[in-house]
């Protein structure tokens, strides 16, 4: 495989291409058929942090997190393309992250079967936390 490319953005730099390309890693591993380039943009551009893994010019993982920059940054989710897992692409995102975030708390609330991806990134289960959640209301 040739190099891959990890780099951390802001909402300045999200063209078309770029958020077809992310919409595509979503729908990769399960998560929907199709996402509108401008409800990605609009995603990306408010969220405080995210980090992009491009291969030959493709996307092919994505690291959003929400941040306050002083004391707690919320990982919302890390998706790598399958083609691309067990690469490494997940954990030098996460790298990326926590370089820039290594000030923070940082906190994630992963899929059952992610939990042991951020338990070797050192973002493990605390006793007593609990995830709590509540669905979005249809508009």
């Known amino acids: 495989m040739s190099r891959v490319v990890v780099e951390s953005g802001c909402g300045d730099w999200l063209d078309d291409k770029l958020c077809s390309?992310?919409?595509r890693v979503y729908c990769s591993v399960g998560w929907g058929d199709h996402y509108e380039v401008s409800f990605v943009r609009e995603l990306y551009r408010n969220s405080g942090f995210?980090?992009?893994?491009?291969?030959?010019?493709?996307?092919?993982?994505?690291?959003?997190?929400l941040t306050d920059s002083c004391l707690t940054t919320w990982i919302a989710e890390?998706?790598?393309?399958?083609?691309?897992?067990?690469?490494?692409v997940g954990a030098a995102m996460m790298k990326e992250l926590k370089k820039v975030y290594r000030h923070t708390a940082i906190y994630s609330e992963p899929l059952k079967e992610a939990?042991?991806?951020?338990?070797?990134m050192g973002i493990s289960p605390k006793e007593r936390l609990v995830a709590?959640?509540?669905k979005a209301e249809d508009l």
């Open 50 to 65: 995210f980090v992009l893994a491009q291969h030959e010019g493709a996307c092919i993982g994505v690291l959003r997190a």
């Open 78 to 88: 890390v998706v790598v393309d399958p083609a691309f897992q067990r690469m490494g």
């Open 115 to 120: 939990a042991g991806f951020f338990d070797k």
């Open 21 to 23: 390309d992310i919409a």
């Open 132 to 134: 709590c959640s509540r």
